[in-house]
């Protein structure tokens, strides 16, 4: 089967974002991340796939790795140290990690909530998940629905969209606490680099008017930490102090 050079393009995520479109995505994401990461501070950090997207290069954890699936999308160059491994089932021991980042993860794994429980797992108490994805209730999203019903892909093809509301309400159904977000790419879904650039004047109206419909979002969770419960002895000698008499002293009553 034959497909045009735009259907190619959206076979998968790679190949599509070295598009005019790709391009000007994986600017305004690298963008995020750079402004996101630098200020969160650890020792381990881990990017879940896109080798084409550093997105820890401004992160200055000691230890950071890219984990790539079994075969990773296009066959970019990956960035070393790179790790393999199934991000439903992260090589990594529970609550070892900092900092955990997923550039259009979700949308690429074989079960993406399973995917967040890993997250989950992973990462210590008050550690940090840093979540992009493209944001189906877009210009993007819609002519992307739109080209499933009969004509050429204008995003991936691989993946499903998640909304940013569905990902925050699994985020907070597993022990998270979503402390930013913000959406982007507001330029209308053209193809050409100089059409991309003649629409350039509706990116800072979009982030005042519209910001929903930004072609992407960028989602900044908290692992909460959950509180102690004294159990046992140590419950019950507390109990006992509390109730221990003091003694008070008789005297004239003042107001």
Same mark, same amino acid.
């Given at each position: ?21 790709? =391009?000007? *995505?994986?600017?305004?994401? &690298? ?8 200020? +969160?501070? %650890? !020792?381990? #950090? ?67 909530? =399973?995917? *967040?429980?890993?997250?989950? &797992? ?8 840093? +979540?992009? %994805? !493209?944001? #189906? ?67 800072? =109206? ?20 959950? #509180? ?28």
């Amino acid at each position: 089967m034959h497909f045009s050079p735009e259907v190619r393009a959206s076979i998968s995520l790679e190949p599509w974002l070295q598009t005019p479109a790709g =391009a000007y *995505l994986l600017g305004w994401e &690298r963008a995020q991340f750079d402004r996101i990461v630098a200020d +969160i501070f %650890g !020792f381990h #950090a881990v990017q879940l796939g896109l080798a084409s997207l550093p997105a820890l290069a401004h992160n200055r954890m000691p230890h950071r790795w890219l984990l790539e699936q079994p075969a990773p999308e296009g066959g970019a160059a990956l960035a070393a140290p790179t790790l393999w491994g199934d991000f439903t089932d992260l090589p990594f021991a529970s609550g070892s990690l900092d900092l955990v980042v997923l550039p259009h993860a979700l949308e690429r794994a074989s079960d993406p909530h =399973a995917c *967040l429980r890993e997250v989950d &797992r992973v990462l210590v108490a008050g550690g940090h998940v840093v +979540i992009t %994805g !493209f944001n #189906a209730l877009s210009l993007w999203g819609g002519r992307q629905a739109l080209a499933r019903v009969g004509g050429s892909l204008y995003l991936p093809q691989r993946g499903e969209f998640i909304s940013p509301r569905r990902v925050r309400d699994w985020l907070r159904l597993l022990s998270f606490e979503v402390v930013g977000g913000r959406y982007g790419c507001y330029r209308p879904a053209v193809r050409t680099q100089a059409w991309l650039e003649r629409w350039r004047f509706v990116e800072a =109206a979009g982030d005042r008017w519209w910001p929903m419909l930004g072609a992407a979002y960028v989602l900044v969770a908290t692992k909460r930490v959950r #509180a102690m419960r004294l159990v046992g002895k140590a419950w019950a000698g507390q109990a006992r102090k509390a109730t221990v008499a003091r003694p008070v002293a008789h005297g004239r009553r003042r107001l």
